[in-house]
């Protein structure tokens, strides 16, 4: 079955700790998203990426780092600059990477800093 | 950047009632897109439209260009949809989220 993966489900770091989230994709998608979710609040692009090898800042890209090596993959690294890291994370993709084509969401990564 | 703007904010309806969720977005866009997210945080997309109005079962989603306005409804209402609704407005590259609506459908 094609759809997008994320790992892990749930994940928990010492604050000051960098750490990265994973996102796979089989759908032969060009365009990746990163979102970032908090109560009350929208969804938020923190990255995203049209094409291998590029990749744009969104919204709250500070303190947030990606790479995009392979098509199918597009990690997400929340390092010890991002001051409010906790939040769940949601990692997307679409055919092309504009706003005509539908979006495809992983189940989503729940990070916890303490 | 598009503000996106949901009403209402929260929904509680009897089973079987018709629900309607109200959606309005600030600039022009290139589409509209409706998501339905469960508890456990999963997204999937029900809708994407740029002009008039779509229909999936139960679910119907109507825009308006020239008022920047989409309703999405829900027909016959059942407890299993209850979930957040979260319309987007796509512009060029980019998606503009609003902040969703509760729905609970009580048996």
């Known amino acids: 079955d094609g759809g997008i993966t994320q790992s892990p489900k749930y994940l928990f770091r010492k604050e000051g700790q960098n750490v990265t989230l994973s996102c796979e994709q089989n759908?032969?998608?060009?365009?990746m998203y990163w979102y970032r979710q908090d109560p009350g609040q929208g969804l938020r692009l923190i990255y995203y990426s049209q094409i291998v090898n590029d990749f744009q800042k969104g919204d709250i890209a500070e303190g947030y780092s990606v790479s995009r090596e392979k098509k199918e993959s597009f990690p997400l690294t929340v390092t010890s600059a991002q001051k409010n890291p906790t939040a769940f994370y949601l990692c997307?993709?679409?055919?092309?990477?504009?706003?005509?084509?539908?979006?495809?969401f992983g189940p989503g990564t729940r990070l916890t800093v303490t | 950047k598009n503000e996106v703007e949901q009403s209402p904010q929260n929904l509680t309806a009897q089973e079987g009632e018709f629900i309607t969720i109200n959606c309005s977005y600030s600039?022009?866009?290139?589409?509209l897109h409706w998501l339905q997210q469960h508890p456990g945080g999963g997204i999937v997309s029900l809708f994407m439209?740029?002009?008039g109005k779509k229909k999936h079962g139960r679910l119907i989603a109507t825009i308006n260009i020239q008022e920047k306005h989409s309703s999405l409804h829900i027909t016959a209402s059942h407890p299993r949809d209850s979930a957040v609704y979260i319309c987007?407005?796509?512009?060029?590259?980019?998606?503009?989220f609003g902040t969703g609506t509760s729905l609970t459908v009580i048996p």
């Open positions: 759908l032969n998608h060009d365009a």
């Open positions: 987007a407005s796509a512009t060029g590259n980019q998606f503009y």
């Open positions: 997307a993709s679409s055919k092309r990477g504009q706003g005509a084509y539908e979006q495809y």
């Open positions: 439209l740029s002009s």
């Open positions: 600039v022009g866009i290139s589409a």
